[in-house]
């Protein structure tokens, strides 16, 4: 755990604007990018963002509209801010200042799907930002916090040579957004300062760009250092409450914004404090872990939740955790998932983990040799999660890769998939999890679990006697047990049966998994019903649509997976899901995915069936 701070040390953790060396000793095509980026923007007009765009959420659940402006004045700044510190010569202050005012005067600097009004006695959120309402911090006020902070900590004396009243007017816009309603209230959910609170990415996200503010401006905000160990309480909740395993319930997609977060906070209080000890902590250790052993291989990763198949992550990052934490394998997975990239970190593509990009910006002195191959963990268990992985061969992505998983379905962005499953083959999608859509208001209302991707009924589960799974977290696996076989593979079993309604006389549903190296795997489902309304479906997602292969009971799932059933057992039937959001196109580069239907013939009340997936 963190420990309070005592004494608040000048924080200087990157050059100064008048260093000019070490500015200038940037990778060139970094300060090429950065400076053509700007002379575009120089001079262009400043987007403005009309009420309307705000109140789109509010009206019809859209975001999109309204970010996109929101973003491109905040991106604009930073790169700005990036080539002033670069040339250094004063050319692109004006601009700055021209974006500092403007967001400045922006009544609310919350997302529009973030404005909750949860300090408000309505019943709903208001549609636009109530300024008699106390100020709330999310997300990306957190990150408009942090932005300013950097420009002041770089340029705050150039400002201040052309315009005092501008310099002043950050101060005051940073601690009346910011640094003073956080100390003011412990009722924001995400702080978890309150009780039981769950903390998720929010909680680590928010911490660590507050943290910045705090430091930055420790001079000239009295509260700073009261400010700094808020933050240190809420990120000990954070690391207290998060599983001992290192598991991210929100999926790899979340990892950057949740565990990485806290490294972050981590290394920002270690310019101001010895966090040393911190980095010794198994926990610690397990967090940073977690991302290796989900990797799949070829960029994919084991995506359940909220989380798309395809993952970027903070690889620099991760290399400087490697080696704070004697982390051997994570040091190289780093450098590996890094592959040939230059030493220094690309162009920014948004303002998101400002502290992170200047940390990996400065952090390199010189290129480290990438590694030309990573050994995988050959076998995975999550057992506070309850997410297995498991592969082939640890040396190589080639094989068989398998995943499963138990758990609630009240999980951070969930999903209704108690005993889902994803296989792949060399890296290729077999069975796969669709991932999660664009966020819309819908998208977090009550009729999330109307979109078919957060329904079990498309997820790798059973439909029993025609119920589909519950959200809630009652609605769980239990008596979940993981046996680890010798030669690398594992027998995982657990009850889904507490994840579907009453109802549904759903008595009993064991589902067995025996994965076997080389070989592929097998799920046994055992069930007992106290009556039959309906017959049993086992749903399947396929990446690629399923084709016979001339022998009965064998479907050809992908070039080199088939899938064998009792034909006298169940009827088949193949439905091709159509992606109806673009979110999905980006994450598989496809327009659909195929659902796999076997339904059982009968009226038994209790059954064994199996499923084998394996080579040809």
């Keep these: 755990m963190l420990v309070p701070v005592r004494v608040l040390h000048e924080f200087k953790p990157f050059p100064a604007y008048t260093d000019r060396e070490a500015w200038e000793g940037l990778n060139g095509e970094l300060k090429t990018g950065l400076c053509e980026a700007a002379q575009k923007i120089k001079g262009t007009e400043w987007e403005s963002i009309p009420a309307a765009l705000y109140l789109d959420f509010f009206r019809n659940g859209d975001r999109r509209r309204f970010q996109a402006r929101y973003d491109a004045r905040r991106y604009r700044l930073y790169v700005l801010l990036l080539a002033e510190c670069i040339e250094g010569r004063g050319e692109y202050l004006d601009e700055i200042i021209n974006g500092v005012w403007l967001v400045s005067e922006e009544t609310s600097w919350v997302y529009s799907a973030h404005n909750y009004g949860w300090h408000a006695k309505d019943s709903k959120p208001p549609e636009l930002p109530n300024i008699e309402y106390p100020v709330f911090i999310d997300l990306f006020s957190a990150e408009t916090g942090a932005l300013f902070s950097w420009i002041y900590y770089f340029l705050s004396d150039a400002i201040g040579a052309l315009s005092p009243l501008v310099k002043r007017r950050i101060e005051l816009e940073v601690e009346r957004r910011i640094l003073a309603p956080f100390l003011e209230h412990d009722d924001y959910g995400w702080s978890c300062l309150q009780g039981n609170e769950k903390p998720n990415n929010w909680t680590a996200w928010i911490n660590s760009n507050l943290l910045v503010s705090y430091l930055v401006f420790a001079k000239s905000f009295s509260g700073a250092l009261e400010g700094v160990n808020k933050t240190i309480r809420s990120m000990n909740i954070f690391i207290d409450r998060y599983p001992e395993d290192g598991g991210c319930d929100e ?26 000890p911190v980095w010794e902590t198994a926990k610690l250790r397990n967090m940073a872990a977690y991302i290796y052993k989900v990797c799949i291989g070829k960029g994919y990763f084991v995506n359940y939740a909220d989380a798309p198949p395809r993952v970027g992550s903070a690889w620099d990052l991760l290399e400087r955790i490697g080696k704070k934490t004697g982390d051997e394998r994570l040091l190289k997975f780093a450098r590996w998932r890094n592959g040939e990239k230059p030493s220094f970190p690309s162009l920014p593509g948004r303002v998101c983990m400002s502290f992170r990009f200047f940390a990996d910006l400065f952090g390199k002195k010189e290129a480290e040799r990438a590694e030309p191959e990573f050994s995988f963990p050959q076998l995975s268990w999550f057992k506070d999660i ?56 819908s998208v977090f209302g009550e009729s999330r679990y109307s979109f078919w991707n957060h329904r079990s009924s498309y997820h790798n589960t059973p439909d029993i006697n025609g119920f589909e ?33 009453a109802e549904s006389g759903v008595n009993f549903y064991r589902r067995n998994f025996v994965f076997k190296p080389g070989e592929g795997l097998t799920i046994t489902d055992s069930y007992r ?88």
């Design 469 to 501: 799974q519950m959200p809630g977290s009652a609605y769980r696996a239990g008596d979940v047990s993981f046996v680890p076989e010798k030669d690398g593979g594992v027998h995982v079993s657990m009850d889904i049966s507490p994840a579907y309604p």
């Design 529 to 616: 019903l106290s009556v039959w309304k309906g017959p049993l479906v086992l749903n399947l997602l396929c990446h690629d649509r399923p084709v016979p292969t001339g022998e009965n009971g064998k479907l050809l799932l992908s070039s080199a997976v088939v899938l064998e059933y009792n034909p006298e057992d169940f009827s088949v039937e193949t439905e091709e899901v159509v992606f109806d959001d673009a979110a999905f196109h980006a994450a598989w580069q496809k327009d659909s995915l195929f659902r796999l239907r076997l339904t059982l013939r009968g009226q038994d009340r209790e059954r064994t069936i199996r499923q084998r997936f394996a080579l040809p």
């Design 251 to 276: 999926g790899p997609g979340y990892f950057n914004a949740a565990a990485a977060s806290l490294f972050d906070f981590i290394e920002e209080l270690s310019e101001t404090a010895d966090v040393s």
């Design 386 to 441: 309850q997410v297995v992985t498991a592969r082939d061969r640890e040396d190589r992505e080639d094989g068989f890769f398998f995943s499963a998983k138990g758990g609630n379905n009240q999980e951070s962005h969930n999903h209704n998939d108690i005993g889902n499953f994803i296989l792949y083959y060399n890296s290729h999608p077999v069975i796969v999890d669709a991932g999660s859509r664009t966020y819309t208001r």
